[in-house]
């Protein structure tokens, strides 16, 4: 059914190495979902206030709630 891509975008400080953060705080990061799809109303970036961040070393992981309906991703483990 057609293609489905989302982006992450989180903001940190290059020498950031350990970090948690919920909810509001996730706004630190300046946290932002986009969605990109042929879905009337719902392609483009959402701030993301609800959720969990949580950087150890070199991985982060990362869950929220929907932010839009049908939404694929609620949770993101990354080794950077």
């Known amino acids: 059914k057609g293609n489905y891509y989302f982006v992450e975008n989180v903001a940190l400080d290059s020498e950031t190495k350990d970090l948690k953060l919920s909810d509001q705080e996730l706004q630190k990061t300046k946290m932002l979902f986009g969605v990109w ?11 993301v206030t609800k959720g969990n961040f949580s950087k150890k070393g070199n991985e982060i992981s990362i869950d929220f709630p929907a932010v839009v309906s049908d939404q694929k991703v609620m949770e993101l483990k990354i080794k950077i």
Do not use: P
């Not at 799809?37 to 701030?47: D, E, F, H, S």
């Open 37 to 47: 799809c042929y879905c009337k109303g719902k392609a483009g970036n959402y701030k």
